[in-house]
């Protein structure tokens, strides 16, 4: 194991934070949607498409993906750290989530802006 | 300064022995990496299915159709459970964060009230969904 001096470098401590700021937007829109959904009438196309349409709404349902992604990777990482022990799997492994999750990102803003 | 240095220590990590003696806050938080991963893993479904649910009211009516039939039913019901206790836990560790609820008893009791409304919430959403 390395030594090292575990104060003043702040490791992990950014990547903490994201993961909880992400998680405290995603409990807030939760509500949300949830609210939005039953408040309203059955959902139809109609009504289904109008909800995302909105300005507002398709802003933080974007932040809502992006907060999701970062969060996931957060996650993600952490569990790969845990369980996988040989460092070139690993790397392969965090690699695929990346790519996975920068790509889901991008699959949920096209999904948005395309309405 | 040299009791700020790292000592080498075995890392313990043996998930079999840790299953067998964990308390149920331990549960909490292994369930916790579990439906976070589901989560994770069904994301492109999900992203799918809102991505063919937007496209055109066939396309609407197609997903309502595809999210009836049995066996999508029940993976999805995985999810919510997932999703419900993803929810509820990460509540949970986000007061624990800011030292609310972390004595043993009340970090027990909490525990209950994850898994109790978690759990109930599914059966409940599921039946009225399904």
């Given at each position: 194991m390395v030594k090292r001096i575990v104060v003043g470098a702040h490791y992990g401590l950014r990547d903490w934070l994201a993961q909880r700021i992400t998680a405290i937007y995603m409990?807030?829109?939760?509500?949300?949607?949830?609210?939005?959904l039953v408040g309203g009438a059955p959902l139809d196309y109609a009504s289904w498409k109008a909800?995302?349409?909105?300005?507002l709404m398709r802003l933080l349902t974007v932040l809502f993906?992006?907060?999701?992604?970062?969060?996931?990777?957060?996650?993600?990482?952490?569990?790969?750290?845990?369980?996988?022990?040989?460092?070139?799997l690993r790397l392969l492994l965090e690699a695929a989530v990346?790519?996975?999750?920068v790509g889901n990102a991008a699959w949920a803003l096209q999904i948005l802006w395309r309405l | 300064?040299?009791?700020?240095?790292?000592?080498?220590?075995?890392?313990?990590?043996?998930?079999?022995?840790?299953?067998?003696?964990?308390?149920?806050p331990g549960y909490i938080?292994?369930?916790?990496?579990?439906?976070?991963?589901?989560?994770?893993l069904a994301t492109v479904w999900l992203l799918f299915l809102l991505d063919r649910s937007l496209a055109s009211p066939e396309q609407f009516a197609f997903v309502k159709h595809y999210l009836s039939?049995?066996?999508v039913k029940l993976p999805l019901l995985v999810l919510?459970?997932?999703?419900?206790?993803?929810?509820?836990?990460?509540?949970?560790?986000?007061?624990?964060?800011?030292?609310?609820?972390?004595?043993?008893?009340t970090a027990r009791k909490t525990s209950v009230v994850v898994l109790a409304l978690s759990l109930t919430l599914t059966a409940l959403i599921g039946v009225r969904l399904w």
């Amino acid at each position: 194991m390395v030594k090292r001096i575990v104060v003043g470098a702040h490791y992990g401590l950014r990547d903490w934070l994201a993961q909880r700021i992400t998680a405290i937007y995603m409990v807030a829109y939760t509500a949300l949607f949830v609210g939005i959904l039953v408040g309203g009438a059955p959902l139809d196309y109609a009504s289904w498409k109008a909800l995302f349409s909105g300005q507002l709404m398709r802003l933080l349902t974007v932040l809502f993906f992006l907060s999701l992604m970062l969060h996931a990777w957060v996650g993600v990482r952490d569990i790969l750290m845990d369980y996988v022990k040989a460092a070139g799997l690993r790397l392969l492994l965090e690699a695929a989530v990346i790519l996975v999750l920068v790509g889901n990102a991008a699959w949920a803003l096209q999904i948005l802006w395309r309405l | 300064m040299s009791d700020l240095t790292q000592k080498s220590r075995p890392a313990f990590f043996n998930i079999f022995y840790l299953a067998l003696h964990l308390g149920l806050p331990g549960y909490i938080s292994f369930l916790h990496r579990i439906s976070g991963t589901l989560l994770f893993l069904a994301t492109v479904w999900l992203l799918f299915l809102l991505d063919r649910s937007l496209a055109s009211p066939e396309q609407f009516a197609f997903v309502k159709h595809y999210l009836s039939l049995p066996l999508v039913k029940l993976p999805l019901l995985v999810l919510l459970w997932s999703f419900l206790h993803h929810f509820f836990a990460g509540i949970r560790f986000l007061f624990i964060d800011v030292h609310v609820g972390v004595d043993l008893p009340t970090a027990r009791k909490t525990s209950v009230v994850v898994l109790a409304l978690s759990l109930t919430l599914t059966a409940l959403i599921g039946v009225r969904l399904w």
